[in-house]
Antibody
Framework: QVQLVESGGGVVQPGRSLRLSCAAS????????MNWVRQALGKGPEWVAV????????YYAESVKGRFTISRDNSKNTLYLQMSSLRAEDTAVYYC?????????????WGQGTPVIVSS | QSVLTQPPSASGTPGQSVTISCSGS????????VNWYQQLPGTAPKLLIY???QRPSGVPARFSASKSGTSASLAINGLQSEDEAYYYC???????????FGGGTKLTVL
């Protein structure tokens, strides 16, 4: 079945780096644009970044621009989020999500999320 | 503060209809389609509406959406207890070149 599984979350000190992965299965990964969305405890979702299906274009939220890098390996059906210079306010559950083909921003398949805690 | 503005709460009784509003601007709702998500505690958001008020497979027809100018709304007809959840609107913003979520509306089924 169509599935996204995130991994790589954990506890990290401020200023350090962490890389998240999202393994896709059950669909043609290389045909879909992919997003990262995060959600802090008790808050609403916050969009983080998007990468087009071929990796040619990437957009980032202002809050992470210059610190986070989204990438993908279509041969491995895997999406990544490299996070550096982490701050306490980056603490959240991070979800990868598939963008609906042809839609501006709709995301129809989500992973279960991986928690990131930035704390000393 | 979210770029897309939603009321923090809404409520209704079983069988009733309820509408949740979402206000934005020309660069987001005014220019692009609006998505609606439902989120139950401890789970990822679930897409309810995409495109021009389309529903993914499995989403009941009780959920519908509309848009006018820079505002959008989600209507839930025949309210059921399992509809109690948080609802978020979302849209791409052409000025910011980024995706935006509303602050969320907590729907209580009385």
């Amino acid at each position: 079945q169509v599935q996204l599984v995130e991994s790589g979350g954990g506890v990290v000190q401020p200023g350090r780096s962490l890389r998240l992965s999202c393994a896709a299965s059950g669909f043609t990964f290389s045909s879909y644009d992919m997003n990262w969305v995060r959600q802090a405890l008790g808050k609403g979702p916050e969009w983080v970044a998007v990468i087009l299906n071929d990796g040619s274009v990437k957009y980032y939220a202002e809050s992470v621009k210059g610190r986070f890098t989204i990438s993908r390996d279509n041969s491995k059906n895997t999406l990544y989020l490299q996070m550096s210079s982490l701050r306490a306010e980056d603490t959240a559950v991070y979800y990868c999500a598939r963008r609906v083909w042809g839609d501006y921003f709709g995301m129809d398949v989500w992973g279960q999320g991986t928690p990131v805690i930035v704390s000393s | 503060q979210s770029v897309l503005t939603q009321p923090p709460s809404a409520s209704g009784t079983p069988g009733q209809s309820v509408t949740i509003s979402c206000s934005g601007s020309r660069s987001n709702i005014g220019s692009n389609t609006v998505n609606w998500y439902q989120q139950l505690p401890g789970t990822a958001p679930k897409l309810l509406i995409y495109g021009y008020s389309q529903r993914p497979s499995g989403v009941p027809a009780r959920f519908s959406a509309s848009k006018s100018g820079t505002s959008a709304s989600l209507a839930i007809n025949g309210l059921q207890s399992e509809d109690e959840a948080y609802y978020y609107c979302a849209a791409w913003d052409d000025s910011l070149n980024g995706g935006m979520f509303g602050g969320g509306t907590k729907l209580t089924v009385l």
